[in-house]
């Protein structure tokens, strides 16, 4: 179902302590909005994930995994399974996060099986995606993006698609400070939807809902928020900070 979404990516930052005083802020600062059709996430690191959902109990912020290995088990060393995940009580994982790519090596095909472990086990699945600089210099970012939802995504039945939420990521716009003007961030979700018609039906592109993920700030969210596409944002820095990204909150 499509829902806005404000989804807070805190990368390996916040110990154990700095990760329940950030909930606990988030859960306070939350409590008396109106959040209808409005889902807050937060995705701490693995070690935290237990410490979170304690923390975020009977409240309206959901603590999620930012990563999961996909296989079942298996001598993986230093990698956790999606099982292992729902074991303790998560619900929804993100995956092809740009850092995942380039740093670790994520090709479209291991996301497609990462895709594939985590629904077998019941996750939601918040799928990062977003075009390089230079794709967009040479013109090439809607065949970029097309082709990472067709490699990782389009193997999928229809009914599936009631537990993705798509992540757009322009490369260049994540932790860098310049983001994709609102008109940018339409027009790439626009395409987006269009590409899902096409592949399956109008019924999975008006119903998925697609977040705009790169630099949003208190001072950008509201204009970017506001396009009839963007049904939120995937927050990395600015989420690290309660009155930041309770401000981002508001402007949903
Ligand atoms: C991210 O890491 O997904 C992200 C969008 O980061 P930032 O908001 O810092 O650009």
Redesign the pocket.
């Known amino acids: 179902m499509r829902h806005k979404i404000v989804a807070g ?1 805190w ?1 390996m930052h916040n110990d154990s302590k700095e990760t329940k005083t950030l909930i606990k802020g988030v859960r306070k600062s939350i409590k008396k909005l109106s959040l209808k059709n409005t889902r807050v996430i937060v995705a701490p690191t693995f070690v935290n994930l237990t410490a979170g959902l304690k923390k975020a109990k009977k409240s309206k912020v959901e603590v999620i995994a930012q990563n999961m290995h996909q296989a079942k088990s298996g001598a993986f060393t230093g990698e956790v399974s999606a099982s292992m995940l729902k074991s303790i009580g998560i619900q929804t994982v993100i995956l092809g ?1 740009s ?1 995942r790519r380039t740093l670790f090596g994520e090709t479209d095909v291991i996301l497609a099986e990462k895709v594939n472990a985590a629904l077998e086990s019941g996750l939601e699945i918040i799928f ?1 995606f977003g075009e390089l600089l230079e794709d967009r210099k040479s013109e090439n970012h809607f065949t970029v993006v097309e082709n990472q939802l067709k490699n990782a995504l389009f193997h999928l039945e229809p009914i599936a698609w009631v537990n993705i939420v798509l ?1 757009y ?1 322009p490369v260049w ?4 400070g310049e983001t994709a003007t609102p008109e940018q961030a339409q027009e790439m979700h626009a395409f987006i939807r269009d590409v899902l018609a096409k592949k399956y039906n109008t019924v999975v592109a008006e119903n998925t809902s697609i977040l705009y ?4 700030k208190p001072n950008n969210a509201q204009e970017i928020f506001s396009k009839k596409d963007v049904d939120g944002g ?6 690290l900070k309660v009155e930041d990204f309770t401000e981002i909150i508001k402007a949903i």
């Open positions: 990516n990368k996060h850092e990062c992540a990521e716009a994540i932790g860098t993920g790169g630099s949003v995937l927050i990395g820095g600015a989420s």
